[in-house]
C-alpha cells in the first residue's frame, strides 16, 4: 500500500518509542486498561502519534469498558482505512491511520452499545496523541 506519509523503518524506529513502534508499524496491542486515553473526558482532536492525522473526536468517543478507547465514529470517511484481518483464527476489520498506514486497533459491529452507528473503535492510545478544544 502506498501512503501519503512514506517513512524507512529505521526512521519509523528513530521517531517512535519502541511500546509505539510495535503498535503502530508492527500491528500490536498495548495491554487492556493501560492506555493513557482509556477513560479520558477531555474534550479534544485525538490524531495519529506517528503523523498528526486528525482521526477521531471526543464527541464519539464512548465508555465500551474494553480496557481501550472507544469511538463509534471516526472524524471523517477519510481519516482511517478499514482492512480485512484474518489473523489468530478470526476475522476482525483493521483500523489503519490513511495518511501513514499506523495501526490503530480494529472496529466492531452489532455489540449491542446504545451510539449512533453500532460501531465500536477500538483504538491503542499509545497510536494517539489528544488536542484539547481551546
Not at 513502534?21 to 482509556?38: D, K, M, W
Not at 483493521?94 to 472496529?107: D, I, P, S, T, W
Not at 449491542?112 to 452507528?117: D, E, M, N
Amino acid at each position: 500500500m502506498s501512503y501519503e506519509i512514506e517513512k524507512t523503518e529505521a526512521e519509523w524506529r528513530a521517531q517512535l518509542s519502541p511500546e509505539e513502534y510495535h503498535v503502530l508499524r508492527e500491528a500490536g496491542t498495548e495491554r487492556p486498561f493501560t492506555g493513557e486515553y482509556t477513560d479520558t473526558k477531555t474534550v479534544g482532536v485525538y490524531g495519529c502519534r506517528a503523523c498528526g492525522a486528525e482521526l477521531f473526536t471526543s464527541e464519539t468517543k464512548f465508555d465500551s469498558h474494553c480496557g481501550w478507547p472507544s469511538f463509534y465514529d471516526a472524524r471523517n470517511s477519510d481519516a482511517v482505512e478499514l482492512l480485512e484481518d484474518n489473523s489468530l483464527g478470526m476475522r476482525r476489520v483493521e483500523v489503519r491511520c490513511a495518511k501513514c498506514g499506523g495501526h490503530l486497533g480494529h472496529v466492531f459491529e452489532g455489540e449491542g452499545y446504545g451510539t449512533p452507528t453500532d460501531l465500536r473503535y477500538c483504538i491503542n492510545s499509545v497510536s494517539l496523541t489528544l488536542k484539547p478544544a481551546g
